[in-house]
């Protein structure tokens, strides 16, 4: 059984007897020293996101989940097809709902973790970062920094993303995926 204090970044439980996993967690204090941990969950079948508070009082069971590794073949009219391990022949789909913002960088062949619950894929797990190359770059003025010095560039899985002035086309970034933020140039 889990508390709502073990509800942490990653954790995944039944909540009305669905699997979530934890996105977020906060933990906020109310009046009469009433403390309360606010939430972002995501529904690992269908892969909507919601935020919620629980209390002291709730408990939890843990999601018996299973990992594997599988590679993403294709996407195709809102399907993604990943096949498990390297064995194209054992095939599964998942819908853009349930694959969720992730899907802005997979690309094809790139191995990633299957997730299994009560026999059935539900979901993937992208790496933390991944490399990307950068297909299209607007070029960088000189003393074009009033806003931070950014600009928007259009990455291999057709993207974008917010990188800093100096990238450039065929560059190649490393994008963090929980965040969908710019890490830094892996190569020239």
Do not use: C, W
């Not at 694959?99 to 026999?119: C, H, Q």
Request: hydrophobic share 35%; net charge neutral.
């Amino acid at each position: 059984m889990l508390s709502y204090f073990d509800l942490r970044r990653g954790v995944q439980f039944i909540l009305e007897g669905q699997p979530y996993e934890v996105l977020e967690f906060k933990q906020m204090g109310k009046a009469q020293d009433v403390v309360v941990a606010q939430t972002k969950i995501r529904n690992l079948l269908n892969g909507k996101t919601l935020y919620r508070s629980f209390h002291k009082g709730d408990s939890f069971l843990e999601a018996e989940v299973q990992k594997f590794k599988a590679k993403f073949l294709y996407h195709h009219r809102e399907k993604f097809v990943f096949s498990q391990g390297n064995d194209s022949s054992k095939r599964f789909e998942l819908n853009e709902e349930q694959v969720g913002e992730s899907a802005r960088f997979l690309k094809p062949n790139e191995m990633v973790d299957g997730i299994t619950f009560e026999g059935n894929f539900v979901n993937i797990s992208l790496p933390v970062k991944v490399q990307l190359k950068v297909m299209e770059a607007p070029p960088g003025f000189k003393g074009n920094t009033a806003q931070g010095g950014t600009k928007i560039v259009k990455l291999e899985t057709g993207a974008t993303l917010d990188v800093p002035l100096f990238i450039e086309t065929d560059d190649v970034v490393e994008i963090n995926t929980e965040t969908g933020e710019y890490v830094r140039r892996v190569q020239k």
